[in-house]
């Protein structure tokens, strides 16, 4: 069965070189190689903004169908992906002293992380090329996600997880039936296999990194971020940054919006990333060609050492006048306590990294008190219980009576 | 500071006795004791149920204000409690041999289960009555559930668990800052401990149990279970029984919309208790008063030997002309298996019993496979990843390169 196209995509453009290509199942550049990543390219003209202000478009990422890539004969998965909740989080903001602090909980999306934005986009890709398995190489969120949406609309998938993966997220990608491949080495090694394997095998690859289509998925958060904040537009998006898709994604949806008139102006991007992770940091300030480093960090899904999409994370943070910042795993840890006790929301290691991000850069006014920022959660605390339980401190154990809870109390807390 | 009472609440009638009290801090009925549970009363008369089809109320649970007891004085958590997604799941439907089957996915709120919805109420209730603390008992769920909310709004927490409570639930509350007391016994055990504790310190009790407000928040997931389907009203909606207050605010929030003219008829509820914990079954089935049992299940958060709230499920579950049913272990851990595999929806067992016992009520052919039923899923598996783990499979686990990776699937999966 043939399905028709995405109606205002009108071709794939490469962020080196500037050549272009007819939309179809094309990966990177074939000139620049790897490197050279694919931007789908629409007809803005054609694209009327007020389906993103009317009651009856849904609130889920496909309110921005026209801004996808995908075909409009096919329907999207049914669960329910994106249009996360925005909060004030007053106590949160006057704890880290900065004007007003949001809080956007994308740890809310069916499989709990941001990356079912990008998943089901991907797995919409797949049927409309014709394909009955997809696969792809994810630290965690990527594979789960995909797992999921694979399980929701009926297609196969094969998952390459590197072998420090946390248990919570694989056993969440073995339930919903996937087929798990635990690569006994690096994200890498898990990435480049997974590329091996769908040429060989005739799989789809969802690798966010390679696959132009994917990215587009991560956009809905710019474009949601634009549209629920119109009103109070914050100075500063703060993102966690591991292969650059996100930010770079992200960033781009914020363009479209004020390119599409819903925004006047768009936020400045803050990219954080951990200090045992940081080769995008290091290209951001030199200058130069992005260096791979080794990683170490408990923020596992920004654990990357090689960014694949670097150079649209760079593009999208310059053309915000944004920065980059490094957080130490315990400025991480930190925050993950004060953004749950104090924000409500409990995030994982790497989508808690933003908020680390934030307070360090107010400490080096980089944002001023008087800013405002949203900062961006991209994934649920649950998903990697050992790291959360570094932050969280320790239960009281007692005997069942109130004696016992007395002397408990007075021994351990002062009471 | 005084705040002003819910203005559509006209007292609290013990569930035993029909004895009727003022609104006020109130737990038990004086005369019945801790059996003579209150139930809270509106003048429905009063309330105008065009709130309920208008956009401009907010998609969450205060679109319910008026059906709540929350003083109008008060601003709820920040955090986006409730209007979780009704997925239509056509492939679980056709697995199963049903017409149609919704799931309800509130493994989706702030928390990831449905006891956000208690616990919204109860921090509400707690601040209009003057606390700075709130306790409760609970396997874990509510537990964690306070602890958020409870972060959100900037109230201290006390938090009984059960010795057998399961670890990502224990890190989630402690990250809220809650203090924790795991009780070395059993719920019963903690509950007691819990309630005596309240006494003796000026805590507020949110056990759900005792609590009369807090199954009024229990109630929205009926009322936003009317208003989702109402064009479409499934003819059972299945949930997963163990204290009994679930199930009891399902059925109230149903009547409540029949009442109000939002649905013309209720559906019958199929409550579900695990074999290894079946006493409100056996006293639904026997016509005579709850004795307590022992509890041995893998779904914790349904193994309560002492149902506080028992009178109330029953009451609804026949008045709904519904019915019970009871559903092992393996059947818990099938069905969880189903319905992230063909539903999309990763549950933890409490949370997927329903799914489990729609199976079963399905083949004893009292549901019919040309009725439709709605599945409440109480909780996210990630809850619960040990359980998980028992359902899910086995990675493979290879070294990275693409001989090994056709070698693994040619030995293990046939290919």
Chains 1, 2 share one sequence.
């Not at 009327?48 to 026209?66: A, G, K």
């Not at 053309?319 to 306590?337: C, F, H, K, W, Y």
């Amino acid at each position: 069965m043939q399905f028709s196209s995405p109606p205002y995509v009108t071709g794939l453009k490469c962020l080196i070189c500037g050549a272009t290509y007819a939309h179809g199942n094309v990966f990177t550049c074939p000139r620049c190689g790897i490197e050279g990543i694919l931007d789908v390219q629409y007809d803005y003209s054609k694209i009327d903004n007020s389906q993103f202000t009317i009651h009856n478009s849904p609130l889920n990422i496909w309110r921005y169908n026209n801004l996808l890539p995908v075909s409009p004969d096919l329907h999207p998965p049914h669960l329910h992906v994106g249009w996360t909740p925005v909060y004030d989080a007053k106590r949160l903001a006057k704890h880290l002293g900065v004007r007003k602090l949001f809080i956007k909980d994308d740890g809310r999306n069916p499989s709990n992380s941001f990356k079912d934005r990008a998943s089901s986009v991907g797995v919409m890709k797949a049927l409309e090329f014709g394909y009955k398995t997809i696969a792809c190489a994810s630290t965690g969120n990527a594979a789960s996600s995909l797992a999921c949406m694979s399980a929701a609309v009926g297609l196969q998938s094969y998952i390459f997880v590197p072998a420090r993966a946390p248990e919570p997220k694989v056993t969440q990608l073995l339930i919903f039936g996937a087929t798990v491949i635990k690569v006994q080495g690096t994200y890498e090694q898990a990435f480049d296999l997974c590329r091996e394997a769908c040429e060989k095998f005739g799989w789809y690859n969802r690798n966010s990194g390679t696959n132009p289509f994917l990215v587009e998925g991560k956009k809905t958060a710019g474009l949601e971020i634009a549209e629920q904040m119109k009103d109070d537009v914050p100075d500063w998006v703060v993102v966690s940054v591991g292969d650059g898709c996100t930010i770079g994604g992200i960033g781009k949806g914020l363009q479209e919006m004020k390119r599409l008139g819903v925004i006047t102006g768009v936020p400045k991007l803050l990219g954080v990333q951990a200090e045992g992770a940081k080769p995008m940091y290091e290209a951001f300030y030199s200058g130069k060609e992005l260096v791979p480093s080794d990683t170490n960090t408990i923020a596992d899904s920004i654990a990357v050492g090689t960014p694949r999409n670097w150079r649209r994370a760079i593009h999208q943070i310059r053309q915000s006048n944004g920065e980059m910042i490094t957080v130490s795993d315990e400025e991480i840890l930190e925050a993950m306590r004060a953004t749950a006790r104090l924000g409500g929301v409990f995030g994982e290691p790497a989508g808690i990294a933003s908020a680390a991000g934030l307070k360090k850069a107010l400490a080096q006014n980089m944002i001023k008190p008087h800013e405002s920022a949203l900062v961006v959660v991209t994934g649920n605390g649950l998903k990697d219980i050992q790291s959360a339980k570094q932050a969280a401190g320790e239960a009281l154990s007692i005997a069942p009576n109130l004696d016992a809870l007395a002397n408990a109390l007075s021994e351990k807390l002062g009471m």
